[in-house]
C-alpha cells in the first residue's frame, strides 16, 4: 500500500499562487506516474495534470495549462503543484494520485492505484 499525503492548500487571493506538496510512503516512488485531481462541490473529480515517472513528460488538463506547473523530486519522494494566476473557478478539493504504470500520463481517475486525502483550495475574488 502506497500512503499519498498533500500539503499547501488553504485561502488565497484570485490572481495569487499556492504551492501543494504530496509526500509519498513509497521505496518505489520512482516507478510511479503522479497525477493532480481536484473535485469541487457538485462536479467529478477533474483531471489536472501528471508526470511520469522520471519527471521528462507533463501533462495538463486545458483548464489549467499555461498557469499550473507539476514537478517531482525523486529524491524526496514528493511530487509538487505550484499554481499560479489562481481563479476562484480553482476553488476544490486537491487529490494527488500514484499510477504504477510509470510510463503513463493518465487523465481519469481509473488509472490510479492510490490517493491521498486532498487538501482544500479556496480562491476568493
Known amino acids: 500500500q502506497v500512503q499519498l499525503v498533500e500539503s499547501g492548500g488553504g485561502l488565497v487571493q484570485a490572481g495569487g499562487s499556492l504551492r501543494l506538496s504530496c509526500a509519498a510512503s513509497?521505496?518505489?516512488?520512482?516507478?510511479?506516474?503522479m497525477g493532480w485531481f481536484r473535485q469541487a462541490p457538485g462536479k467529478g473529480r477533474e483531471f489536472v495534470g501528471v508526470i511520469d515517472r522520471r519527471g521528462d513528460s507533463p501533462y495538463y488538463g486545458l483548464s489549467v495549462k499555461g498557469r499550473f506547473t507539476i514537478s517531482r523530486d525523486n529524491a524526496k519522494n514528493t511530487v509538487y503543484l505550484q499554481m499560479s494566476s489562481l481563479k476562484p473557478e480553482d476553488t476544490a478539493v486537491y487529490y494527488c494520485?500514484?499510477?504504477?504504470?510509470?510510463?503513463?500520463?493518465?487523465?481519469?481517475?481509473?488509472?490510479?492505484?492510490?490517493w491521498g486525502q486532498g487538501t482544500q483550495v479556496t480562491v476568493s475574488s
Open positions: 513509497a521505496r518505489s516512488f520512482n516507478m510511479y506516474s
Open positions: 494520485a500514484a499510477d504504477q504504470d510509470g510510463l503513463r500520463l493518465g487523465d481519469r481517475p481509473n488509472y490510479y492505484d492510490y
